[in-house]
Nanobody, 126 residues
Framework: QVQLVESGGGLVQAGGSLRLSCAASGRTFSSYAMGWFRQAPGKEREFVAAITPGGARTRYADSVKGRFTISRDNAKNTVYLQMNSLKPEDTAVYYC???????????????????WGQGTQVTVSS
C-alpha cells in the first residue's frame, strides 16, 4: 500500500514553468514505476509521463515531449514533474500514480496504475 500526495500546482502565464511534486509514503516506493496523468474539465484522464523504478527510463505523451521532464528521488520518496513552456491547453488537474507491476514498457493506461494521489490544479492563462 502506498499513499501519494501531490503539490506544486497553481496559476501561471503561458510560457511559464511549474514543478509538481508527489510525495509517497511506504517503504516500497523505489520498486514502483510512477506516472503523471492529467484531466481537464469535460475530458478523460490522459497520460502525461512515466518513469521506471530506478529512474533510468522515461516515457512522455507527444503533447508534452520536450517541455516536461519527469524525475524521481527514491531517497526522498518523491517524484517530480518539471513543466516548462506551459500552454493554456496544459490546464488540468494533475495526478501522480504508482504502478507496482513489473512491465517491459512503462504503462500509459490509467487502469495499469493501482495507487493515485488526490490531484493538484494547474491553470495556464493566455
Amino acid at each position: 500500500q502506498v499513499q501519494l500526495v501531490e503539490s506544486g500546482g497553481g496559476l501561471v502565464q503561458a510560457g511559464g514553468s511549474l514543478r509538481l511534486s508527489c510525495a509517497a509514503s511506504g517503504r516500497t516506493f523505489s520498486s514502483y514505476a510512477m506516472g503523471w496523468f492529467r484531466q481537464a474539465p469535460g475530458k478523460e484522464r490522459e497520460f502525461v509521463a512515466a518513469i521506471t523504478p530506478g529512474g533510468a527510463r522515461t516515457r512522455y505523451a507527444d503533447s508534452v515531449k520536450g517541455r516536461f521532464t519527469i524525475s524521481r528521488d527514491n531517497a526522498k520518496n518523491t517524484v517530480y514533474l518539471q513543466m516548462n513552456s506551459l500552454k493554456p491547453e496544459d490546464t488540468a488537474v494533475y495526478y501522480c500514480a504508482a504502478d507496482p507491476s513489473v512491465r517491459l514498457l512503462l504503462a500509459v493506461l490509467a487502469d495499469r496504475y493501482d495507487y493515485w494521489g488526490q490531484g493538484t490544479q494547474v491553470t495556464v492563462s493566455s
